[in-house]
T-cell receptor, first 111, second 114 residues
Framework: GQQVMQIPQYQHVQEGEDFTTYCNSS?????IQWYKQRPGGHPVFLIQ?????EVKKQKRLTFQFGEAKKNSSLHITATQTTDVGTYFC???????????FGSGTQLTVLP | DTAVSQTPKYLVTQMGNDKSIKCEQN?????MYWYKQDSKKFLKIMFS???????INETVPNRFSPKSPDKAHLNLHINSLELGDSAVYFC?????????????FGDGTRLSIL
């Protein structure tokens, strides 16, 4: 089945540093979604990207969808302790009946 | 006014027991899901129901059986619990079963097998 590869698995940054997580697929994606899961919490939908080359921003978060619609990134500028959590990308399977989640990037922000 | 609610939040039980987890959504969604999240945070889809019909049944043991009395509810029954079943189980819901729409998750049920 379709796989969405996500790197890195873990990332430790000092507060104020930037952070990026990447997702890659071997197949063209109809859309890609990003979720955030706080420690002890549940995944929360952040954004959906649909168009080739699309860039969307949410305050300090910048989401990009690759031109070939096979990769995506989430960049956080000047991290804060509130950014701590696991960030997942997710994409519809080839049948579009389910979402395939990346393995997640666990972000730790050191004060 | 919780959108996706699942109970119980914590479940501690002994190996060999049978247990159920309940899930309800008030978002008017027509598709509901069960996920298993292991200690490494990997989210694995287990089941999906669209308008009360099972549309996904991933390779999970048949000790796990989903039941959907209506499109707002999707319960998960587990027979003969094993140590490897210890995990966090999330219920989720979305619009549309074939469109890859964003999903809304419940708070999770933390299952621990003694």
């Amino acid at each position: 089945g379709q796989q969405v590869m996500q790197i890195p698995q873990y990332q430790h940054v000092q507060e104020g540093e930037d952070f990026t997580t990447y997702c890659n697929s071997s197949t063209t994606l109809s859309n890609i979604q990003w979720y955030k899961q706080r420690p002890g919490g549940h995944p929360v939908f952040l954004i959906q990207l649909v168009k080739s080359g699309e860039v969307k921003k949410q305050k300090r978060l910048t989401f990009q969808f690759g031109e070939a619609k096979k990769n995506s990134s989430l960049h956080i500028t000047a991290t804060q302790t509130t950014d701590v959590g696991t960030y997942f990308c997710a994409a519809p399977s080839s049948s579009a009946r389910q979402l395939t989640f990346g393995s997640g990037t666990q972000l730790t922000v050191l004060p | 006014d919780t959108a996706v609610s699942q109970t119980p939040k914590y479940l501690v039980t002994q190996m060999g027991n049978d247990k159920s987890i309940k899930c309800e959504q008030n978002l008017g969604h027509d598709t509901m899901y069960w996920y298993k999240q292991d200690s490494k945070k990997f989210l694995k889809i287990m089941f999906s129901y669209n308008n009360k019909e099972l549309i996904i049944n991933e390779t999970v043991p048949n000790r796990f059986s989903p039941k959907s009395p209506d499109k707002a509810h999707l319960n998960l029954h587990i027979n003969s619990l094993e140590l490897g079943d210890s995990a966090v189980y999330f219920c989720a819901s979305s619009h549309g079963g074939r469109s890859g729409q964003p999903q809304h998750f419940g708070d999770g049920t933390r299952l621990s097998i003694l």
